[in-house]
Protein backbone atom coordinates (compact mmCIF):
# COMPACT_ATOMS: atom_id res chain seq x y z
CA UNK A 1 0.00 0.00 0.00
CA UNK A 2 1.18 3.54 -0.78
CA UNK A 3 1.73 6.02 1.97
CA UNK A 4 2.07 9.55 1.44
CA UNK A 5 1.90 12.92 3.75
CA UNK A 6 2.43 14.95 0.73
CA UNK A 7 2.58 14.18 -2.77
CA UNK A 8 2.26 16.76 -5.58
CA UNK A 9 1.44 14.59 -9.06
CA UNK A 10 -1.16 13.97 -11.55
CA UNK A 11 -3.02 11.82 -8.50
CA UNK A 12 -2.96 14.62 -6.25
CA UNK A 13 -4.60 16.29 -8.60
CA UNK A 14 -7.43 13.51 -9.44
CA UNK A 15 -7.47 13.61 -5.53
CA UNK A 16 -8.40 17.13 -5.82
CA UNK A 17 -11.08 16.95 -8.77
CA UNK A 18 -12.69 13.90 -6.47
CA UNK A 19 -12.49 15.69 -3.24
CA UNK A 20 -14.48 18.74 -5.24
CA UNK A 21 -16.91 16.42 -6.29
CA UNK A 22 -17.28 14.60 -2.76
CA UNK A 23 -17.51 18.40 -1.43
CA UNK A 24 -20.04 19.72 -4.00
CA UNK A 25 -22.12 16.82 -3.19
CA UNK A 26 -22.06 17.37 0.25
CA UNK A 27 -22.94 21.10 0.42
CA UNK A 28 -25.65 20.30 -2.01
CA UNK A 29 -27.39 17.71 -0.13
CA UNK A 30 -26.97 19.44 3.10
CA UNK A 31 -28.20 22.92 1.46
CA UNK A 32 -30.95 21.38 0.19
CA UNK A 33 -32.21 18.80 3.23
CA UNK A 34 -31.03 20.82 6.40
CA UNK A 35 -29.85 24.99 4.94
CA UNK A 36 -32.21 25.91 3.00
CA UNK A 37 -35.77 23.98 4.87
CA UNK A 38 -34.44 25.43 8.50
CA UNK A 39 -33.93 29.14 6.72
CA UNK A 40 -37.39 29.13 5.32
CA UNK A 41 -38.99 27.87 8.33
CA UNK A 42 -37.01 30.45 10.42
CA UNK A 43 -38.22 33.17 7.58
CA UNK A 44 -41.58 31.99 7.37
CA UNK A 45 -41.44 32.29 11.39
CA UNK A 46 -40.15 35.87 11.49
CA UNK A 47 -42.50 36.79 9.12
CA UNK A 48 -45.51 34.85 10.83
CA UNK A 49 -44.37 36.86 14.45
CA UNK A 50 -43.43 40.22 12.54
CA UNK A 51 -47.06 39.99 11.10
CA UNK A 52 -48.64 39.13 14.77
CA UNK A 53 -46.54 41.90 16.21
CA UNK A 54 -48.08 44.57 13.63
CA UNK A 55 -51.66 43.01 14.27
CA UNK A 56 -51.20 42.98 17.39
CA UNK A 57 -49.92 46.90 17.34
CA UNK A 58 -53.17 47.91 15.30
CA UNK A 59 -55.15 46.33 17.39
CA UNK A 60 -53.66 48.10 19.92
CA UNK A 61 -54.19 51.21 18.77
CA UNK A 62 -57.74 50.49 17.51
CA UNK A 63 -58.30 49.41 21.70
CA UNK A 64 -56.68 53.00 22.67
CA UNK A 65 -59.31 54.33 20.31
CA UNK A 66 -62.35 52.62 21.51
CA UNK A 67 -60.73 53.35 25.14
CA UNK A 68 -60.76 56.86 24.21
CA UNK A 69 -63.97 57.22 22.60
CA UNK A 70 -65.69 55.19 25.32
CA UNK A 71 -64.56 57.64 27.86
CA UNK A 72 -65.73 60.15 26.19
CA UNK A 73 -68.82 58.89 26.00
CA UNK A 74 -68.75 58.35 29.77
CA UNK A 75 -68.07 61.81 29.91
CA UNK A 76 -70.89 63.16 28.21
CA UNK A 77 -73.29 60.49 30.34
CA UNK A 78 -71.72 61.88 33.47
CA UNK A 79 -73.04 64.95 31.98
CA UNK A 80 -76.50 64.11 30.88
CA UNK A 81 -76.93 62.29 34.24
CA UNK A 82 -75.74 65.88 35.92
CA UNK A 83 -78.89 66.97 33.25
CA UNK A 84 -81.25 64.84 34.10
CA UNK A 85 -80.78 64.74 37.92
CA UNK A 86 -81.15 68.45 38.20
CA UNK A 87 -84.17 68.34 35.75
CA UNK A 88 -85.52 65.75 37.77
CA UNK A 89 -84.93 67.54 41.04
CA UNK A 90 -86.26 71.12 39.91
CA UNK A 91 -89.22 69.15 38.59
CA UNK A 92 -89.25 67.27 42.04
CA UNK A 93 -89.20 70.90 44.04
CA UNK A 94 -91.88 72.36 41.41
CA UNK A 95 -94.03 69.80 41.85
CA UNK A 96 -93.54 69.68 45.84
CA UNK A 97 -94.33 73.22 46.08
CA UNK A 98 -96.96 72.57 44.19
CA UNK A 99 -98.50 70.04 46.45
CA UNK A 100 -97.73 72.16 49.01
CA UNK A 101 -99.73 74.99 47.00
CA UNK A 102 -103.03 72.10 46.18
CA UNK A 103 -102.59 71.02 50.20
CA UNK A 104 -102.69 74.42 51.30
CA UNK A 105 -105.51 75.57 49.01
CA UNK A 106 -107.21 72.68 50.49
CA UNK A 107 -106.87 73.26 53.69
CA UNK A 108 -108.36 76.76 53.00
CA UNK A 109 -111.02 75.38 51.26
CA UNK A 110 -111.63 72.95 54.38
CA UNK A 111 -111.46 75.80 56.88
CA UNK A 112 -113.70 77.82 54.84
CA UNK A 113 -116.53 75.43 54.57
CA UNK A 114 -115.97 75.07 58.46
CA UNK A 115 -116.41 78.30 58.63
CA UNK A 116 -119.62 78.47 56.94
CA UNK A 117 -120.83 75.60 58.88
CA UNK A 118 -120.37 77.74 62.12
CA UNK A 119 -121.95 80.24 60.82
CA UNK A 120 -124.55 78.51 59.93
CA UNK A 121 -124.43 76.91 63.56
CA UNK A 122 -124.62 80.58 64.82
CA UNK A 123 -127.43 81.75 62.40
CA UNK A 124 -129.36 78.61 64.09
CA UNK A 125 -128.53 79.46 67.59
CA UNK A 126 -129.11 83.27 66.80
CA UNK A 127 -132.82 81.76 65.51
CA UNK A 128 -133.09 79.24 68.13
CA UNK A 129 -132.35 82.13 71.38
CA UNK A 130 -134.83 84.49 69.15
CA UNK A 131 -137.29 81.59 69.56
CA UNK A 132 -136.53 81.09 72.88
CA UNK A 133 -136.93 84.68 73.76
CA UNK A 134 -140.37 85.42 71.86
CA UNK A 135 -141.41 82.22 74.15
CA UNK A 136 -139.68 83.45 76.98
CA UNK A 137 -141.90 86.96 76.37
CA UNK A 138 -145.07 85.42 75.47
CA UNK A 139 -145.06 83.50 78.92
CA UNK A 140 -144.35 86.89 80.35
CA UNK A 141 -146.50 88.79 78.77
CA UNK A 142 -148.53 85.94 79.72
CA UNK A 143 -147.74 86.13 83.62
CA UNK A 144 -148.12 90.01 83.04
CA UNK A 145 -151.80 90.04 82.04
CA UNK A 146 -152.75 86.80 84.09
CA UNK A 147 -151.89 88.45 87.13
CA UNK A 148 -152.42 92.14 88.35
CA UNK A 149 -149.34 92.74 89.61
CA UNK A 150 -147.81 95.51 91.93
CA UNK A 151 -145.05 97.97 91.03
CA UNK A 152 -142.62 95.95 93.12
CA UNK A 153 -143.65 92.39 91.60
CA UNK A 154 -143.16 94.07 87.91
CA UNK A 155 -139.74 94.62 88.44
CA UNK A 156 -139.39 91.64 89.97
CA UNK A 157 -140.90 89.72 87.20
CA UNK A 158 -138.96 92.14 84.82
CA UNK A 159 -135.38 91.24 86.62
CA UNK A 160 -136.22 87.31 86.50
CA UNK A 161 -136.72 87.60 82.92
CA UNK A 162 -133.86 89.90 82.22
CA UNK A 163 -131.95 87.09 84.66
CA UNK A 164 -133.19 84.62 82.25
CA UNK A 165 -131.79 86.37 79.06
CA UNK A 166 -128.22 86.63 80.66
CA UNK A 167 -128.36 82.47 81.38
CA UNK A 168 -128.59 82.22 77.32
CA UNK A 169 -126.90 85.72 76.42
CA UNK A 170 -123.57 83.42 75.71
CA UNK A 171 -125.13 82.27 72.77
CA UNK A 172 -125.30 85.10 70.73
CA UNK B 1 6.98 12.97 -7.63
CA UNK B 2 6.91 12.55 -3.46
CA UNK B 3 8.49 15.00 -1.17
CA UNK B 4 10.38 14.45 1.70
CA UNK B 5 10.43 16.49 4.24
CA UNK B 6 13.62 15.61 5.85
CA UNK B 7 12.80 15.99 9.86
CA UNK B 8 9.17 15.32 9.58
CA UNK B 9 10.11 12.13 7.12
CA UNK B 10 11.86 11.12 9.95
CA UNK B 11 9.43 11.39 12.18
CA UNK B 12 6.62 10.42 10.55
CA UNK B 13 8.48 6.86 10.08
CA UNK B 14 9.74 7.16 13.52
CA UNK B 15 6.19 7.14 14.83
CA UNK B 16 5.12 4.30 11.73
CA UNK B 17 7.66 2.09 13.18
CA UNK B 18 5.50 2.19 16.94
CA UNK B 19 2.15 2.82 14.94
CA UNK B 20 0.90 -0.84 14.59
CA UNK B 21 2.72 -1.61 18.25
CA UNK B 22 1.08 0.86 19.70
CA UNK B 23 -1.46 1.43 18.14
CA UNK B 24 -1.60 5.62 17.93
CA UNK B 25 -2.38 7.73 15.15
CA UNK B 26 -1.83 7.34 11.83
CA UNK B 27 0.03 9.95 9.94
CA UNK B 28 0.35 8.92 6.45
CA UNK B 29 -2.10 9.00 3.82
CA UNK B 30 -2.99 5.52 2.53
CA UNK B 31 -4.02 4.79 -1.03
CA UNK B 32 -6.48 1.87 0.14
CA UNK B 33 -7.67 1.85 -4.14
CA UNK B 34 -5.61 2.15 -7.02
CA UNK B 35 -8.76 2.20 -9.23
CA UNK B 36 -11.92 3.02 -8.33
CA UNK B 37 -14.46 1.20 -10.06
CA UNK B 38 -12.82 2.01 -13.47
CA UNK B 39 -12.65 5.38 -13.12
CA UNK B 40 -9.14 5.98 -12.62
CA UNK B 41 -9.46 7.67 -9.08
CA UNK B 42 -7.64 6.26 -6.29
CA UNK B 43 -8.91 5.78 -3.10
CA UNK B 44 -6.80 7.20 0.07
CA UNK B 45 -7.66 7.47 3.60
CA UNK B 46 -8.77 11.12 3.54
CA UNK B 47 -11.76 10.08 0.89
CA UNK B 48 -12.64 7.13 2.74
CA UNK B 49 -12.55 9.76 5.95
CA UNK B 50 -14.38 12.35 3.94
CA UNK B 51 -17.01 9.77 2.77
CA UNK B 52 -17.01 8.59 6.45
CA UNK B 53 -17.74 12.37 7.26
CA UNK B 54 -20.46 12.98 4.35
CA UNK B 55 -22.61 9.67 5.61
CA UNK B 56 -22.59 11.67 8.97
CA UNK B 57 -23.74 15.15 7.82
CA UNK B 58 -26.26 13.41 5.81
CA UNK B 59 -27.46 11.25 7.79
CA UNK B 60 -27.89 14.04 10.56
CA UNK B 61 -29.51 16.17 7.64
CA UNK B 62 -32.27 13.51 7.04
CA UNK B 63 -32.96 13.32 10.74
CA UNK B 64 -33.64 16.96 11.02
CA UNK B 65 -35.51 16.87 7.66
CA UNK B 66 -37.46 14.25 9.51
CA UNK B 67 -37.84 16.22 12.94
CA UNK B 68 -38.22 19.24 11.20
CA UNK B 69 -41.75 18.17 10.99
CA UNK B 70 -42.47 18.08 14.50
CA UNK B 71 -40.60 21.44 14.95
CA UNK B 72 -43.47 23.76 16.50
CA UNK B 73 -43.09 28.05 16.05
CA UNK B 74 -42.17 28.44 19.60
CA UNK B 75 -39.30 25.95 20.16
CA UNK B 76 -39.66 23.49 23.02
CA UNK B 77 -37.24 20.91 22.09
CA UNK B 78 -32.69 21.29 22.53
CA UNK B 79 -32.76 19.63 19.15
CA UNK B 80 -34.60 22.43 17.27
CA UNK B 81 -33.28 25.26 19.03
CA UNK B 82 -29.17 23.73 18.10
CA UNK B 83 -30.63 23.64 14.37
CA UNK B 84 -32.22 26.81 14.35
CA UNK B 85 -29.20 28.21 16.43
CA UNK B 86 -26.39 26.80 14.03
CA UNK B 87 -28.26 27.94 11.08
CA UNK B 88 -29.17 31.59 12.39
CA UNK B 89 -25.12 32.27 13.25
CA UNK B 90 -23.90 31.06 9.73
CA UNK B 91 -27.10 32.96 7.73
CA UNK B 92 -25.76 35.95 10.15
CA UNK B 93 -22.24 35.55 9.56
CA UNK B 94 -22.42 35.02 6.02
CA UNK B 95 -24.43 38.01 6.39
CA UNK B 96 -22.24 40.11 7.41
CA UNK B 97 -19.21 39.04 5.47
CA UNK B 98 -20.58 39.14 2.25
CA UNK B 99 -24.09 41.85 2.58
CA UNK B 100 -27.54 40.76 2.87
CA UNK B 101 -28.49 40.14 -0.57
CA UNK B 102 -25.43 36.99 -0.57
CA UNK B 103 -26.41 35.37 2.17
CA UNK B 104 -27.44 32.62 -0.68
CA UNK B 105 -23.49 31.92 -0.24
CA UNK B 106 -25.01 30.25 2.76
CA UNK B 107 -25.70 26.96 1.55
CA UNK B 108 -22.67 26.83 0.26
CA UNK B 109 -20.40 28.00 3.37
CA UNK B 110 -22.47 26.02 6.14
CA UNK B 111 -21.91 22.63 4.07
CA UNK B 112 -17.79 23.52 3.76
CA UNK B 113 -17.64 24.81 7.47
CA UNK B 114 -19.62 21.84 8.53
CA UNK B 115 -17.23 19.53 6.54
CA UNK B 116 -13.83 21.41 7.46
CA UNK B 117 -14.74 21.55 11.19
CA UNK B 118 -16.12 17.49 11.45
CA UNK B 119 -12.92 16.73 9.76
CA UNK B 120 -10.65 18.89 11.76
CA UNK B 121 -12.28 16.97 14.67
CA UNK B 122 -11.96 13.63 13.75
CA UNK B 123 -8.51 13.10 15.09
CA UNK B 124 -10.44 12.77 18.55
CA UNK B 125 -11.76 9.90 17.17
CA UNK B 126 -8.47 8.82 15.94
CA UNK B 127 -8.76 8.90 12.28
CA UNK B 128 -6.93 10.93 10.17
CA UNK B 129 -8.37 14.21 9.18
CA UNK B 130 -9.12 14.71 5.54
CA UNK B 131 -7.89 18.05 6.28
CA UNK B 132 -4.44 16.74 6.65
CA UNK B 133 -4.39 15.89 3.43
CA UNK B 134 -3.30 18.65 0.48
CA UNK B 135 -6.04 17.25 -2.18
CA UNK B 136 -8.15 18.09 0.29
CA UNK B 137 -7.11 21.64 1.23
CA UNK B 138 -6.85 22.60 -2.54
CA UNK B 139 -10.35 21.53 -3.12
CA UNK B 140 -11.27 23.95 -0.69
CA UNK B 141 -9.56 26.93 -1.55
CA UNK B 142 -9.74 26.35 -5.22
CA UNK B 143 -13.49 26.39 -5.32
CA UNK B 144 -13.12 29.78 -3.06
CA UNK B 145 -10.83 31.17 -5.82
CA UNK B 146 -13.54 29.77 -8.51
CA UNK B 147 -16.17 32.10 -6.51
CA UNK B 148 -14.18 34.73 -6.28
CA UNK B 149 -13.44 35.27 -9.54
CA UNK B 150 -17.07 34.23 -11.06
CA UNK B 151 -18.74 36.76 -8.52
CA UNK B 152 -16.05 39.40 -9.55
CA UNK B 153 -16.65 38.69 -13.05
CA UNK B 154 -20.27 38.67 -12.77
CA UNK B 155 -20.93 41.50 -10.39
CA UNK B 156 -18.68 43.89 -11.62
CA UNK B 157 -16.75 43.34 -14.84
CA UNK B 158 -15.40 46.71 -15.12
CA UNK B 159 -14.03 47.28 -11.38
CA UNK B 160 -13.03 43.46 -12.00
CA UNK B 161 -10.57 43.77 -14.52
CA UNK B 162 -9.47 47.47 -13.44
CA UNK B 163 -8.47 45.58 -10.13
CA UNK B 164 -5.43 43.92 -12.00
CA UNK B 165 -4.07 47.11 -13.16
CA UNK B 166 -4.23 49.35 -9.88
CA UNK B 167 -2.77 51.12 -8.69
CA UNK B 168 -0.28 50.48 -11.67
CA UNK B 169 -0.63 48.99 -14.75
CA UNK B 170 2.83 47.88 -14.31
CA UNK B 171 1.92 45.98 -11.09
CA UNK B 172 -0.33 43.49 -13.23
CA UNK B 173 2.05 40.84 -12.87
CA UNK B 174 2.17 41.61 -9.06
CA UNK B 175 -2.03 41.53 -8.76
CA UNK B 176 -2.26 38.42 -10.70
CA UNK B 177 0.51 36.63 -8.08
CA UNK B 178 -1.62 38.14 -5.04
CA UNK B 179 -4.94 36.51 -6.55
CA UNK B 180 -3.03 33.18 -7.45
CA UNK B 181 -1.46 33.30 -3.65
CA UNK B 182 -4.50 33.28 -2.03
CA UNK B 183 -5.98 29.69 -3.00
CA UNK B 184 -2.49 28.75 -1.89
CA UNK B 185 -2.61 30.33 1.52
CA UNK B 186 -5.94 29.35 2.05
CA UNK B 187 -5.26 25.39 1.35
CA UNK B 188 -1.23 25.62 2.41
CA UNK B 189 -2.94 27.27 6.08
CA UNK B 190 -5.32 24.85 6.67
CA UNK B 191 -3.29 21.55 5.63
CA UNK B 192 -0.28 22.63 7.12
CA UNK B 193 -2.27 23.57 10.72
CA UNK B 194 -4.00 20.21 10.95
CA UNK B 195 -1.18 17.83 9.61
CA UNK B 196 1.28 19.38 11.77
CA UNK B 197 -1.46 18.67 14.58
CA UNK B 198 -2.06 14.91 13.27
CA UNK B 199 2.16 14.61 13.47
CA UNK B 200 2.46 15.94 16.89
CA UNK B 201 -0.54 13.87 18.27
CA UNK B 202 1.09 10.66 16.58
CA UNK B 203 4.90 11.42 17.82
CA UNK B 204 2.94 11.45 21.11
CA UNK B 205 1.42 8.43 21.14
CA UNK B 206 5.39 6.75 19.75
CA UNK B 207 6.48 7.38 23.64
CA UNK B 208 5.82 5.12 26.46
CA UNK B 209 2.57 4.46 28.01
CA UNK B 210 3.19 6.07 31.39
CA UNK B 211 3.32 9.88 29.84
CA UNK B 212 -0.02 8.92 27.88
CA UNK B 213 -2.45 9.20 30.84
CA UNK B 214 -4.22 12.10 30.65
CA UNK B 215 -1.83 14.38 28.82
CA UNK B 216 -3.26 13.57 25.04
CA UNK B 217 -6.31 14.89 25.88
CA UNK B 218 -4.85 18.07 27.06
CA UNK B 219 -3.18 17.86 23.13
CA UNK B 220 -6.10 16.75 21.56
CA UNK B 221 -8.10 19.66 23.37
CA UNK B 222 -5.45 21.92 21.79
CA UNK B 223 -4.62 20.67 18.22
CA UNK B 224 -8.08 18.81 17.27
CA UNK B 225 -10.69 21.52 18.88
CA UNK B 226 -8.89 24.58 19.37
CA UNK B 227 -7.34 24.44 16.09
CA UNK B 228 -9.58 22.92 14.42
CA UNK B 229 -12.43 25.70 15.16
CA UNK B 230 -9.97 28.22 14.70
CA UNK B 231 -8.83 27.00 11.53
CA UNK B 232 -12.26 26.45 10.08
CA UNK B 233 -13.45 29.85 11.30
CA UNK B 234 -10.37 31.33 9.72
CA UNK B 235 -11.04 29.65 6.32
CA UNK B 236 -14.64 30.42 5.72
CA UNK B 237 -13.82 33.52 7.01
CA UNK B 238 -11.46 34.68 4.56
CA UNK B 239 -13.06 33.08 2.36
CA UNK B 240 -16.40 35.00 2.27
CA UNK B 241 -14.04 37.81 2.77
CA UNK B 242 -12.02 37.44 -0.54
CA UNK B 243 -15.11 36.72 -2.35
CA UNK B 244 -17.20 40.32 -0.69
CA UNK B 245 -13.81 41.81 -2.04
CA UNK B 246 -14.80 41.18 -5.53
CA UNK B 247 -17.82 42.33 -5.28
CA UNK B 248 -19.14 45.54 -5.96
CA UNK B 249 -20.34 47.42 -2.79
CA UNK B 250 -23.42 49.02 -4.15
CA UNK B 251 -25.15 45.85 -5.43
CA UNK B 252 -24.39 43.89 -1.47
CA UNK B 253 -27.34 45.17 0.10
Known amino acids: MDEFILSLDANMLKDLAFQLLNTCILCAVLSYLLYKPVKNMLAIRKDKIEGQISFAESQLNEANKMKAMYEEKLKAIDKEKEMILGEARNRASLREQEIIAEAKAEAETLKNRAMVDIQREQEKAKDEIKKQIIEVSSIMAGKFIAETIDQKKQEKLVDEVISDLGDVKWLS | ?253
Open chain 2, 1 to 253: MNFSFGLIKEMAAAAETTTEASGGLDIYNKVLCDDFLGTGFRITTSIRNTWIIMAALILFAIIVRIKMKKFKAVPESGFQNFIESIVEAMDNFVGSNMGEKYKYFGNWFFGVFAFILLSNLMGLLGFRSPTADLATTACLGFSTFFLIHFMGIIKGRKEYFKGYLDPFPFWLPMNIISEVATPVSLSFRLFGNILGGSIIMGLFYTLPFYVKVGIPAALHVYFDVFAGFLQTFIFVMLSMSFIADKIPDETKN
